[in-house]
């Protein structure tokens, strides 16, 4: 199994800002999806950039089927993007899934 990302959050948080700025910092302009339950309008307009989707997901329902369909539109749109982008190098902090 590929290793999940582990973000490390250090100094001091902004409750409504918590993450944003380490997954911006770590994705950088590369293409990704980032899917959440805990994003808001902020998150989504702040990686606004074609190549980059942030999906908001109901934490009651999980993802759906019309969410899978977002990401799979998105995949198909951005498919020769992410080859002349390159891979994403490994993660300043990450952990095996097993």
């Known amino acids: 199994m590929r290793p999940l990302l582990l973000l490390d959050f250090d100094g001091p948080l902004n409750p409504h800002r918590a993450k944003t700025p380490y997954v911006a910092n770590w994705v950088g302009d590369r293409p990704f999806v980032w899917v959440d339950d805990d994003v808001d309008d902020f998150d989504v ?30 995949h198909t749109e951005n498919r020769l993007s992410c080859r002349i982008r390159g891979s994403f190098p490994p993660a300043f902090g990450h952990r095996s899934s097993s």
Request: aromatic share 14%.
């Open 45 to 74: 307009t702040y990686f606004a950039e074609d190549h980059q989707l942030v999906l908001r997901v109901d934490a009651s329902t999980g993802l759906t089927p019309d969410d899978f369909a977002a990401i799979r539109a998105w």
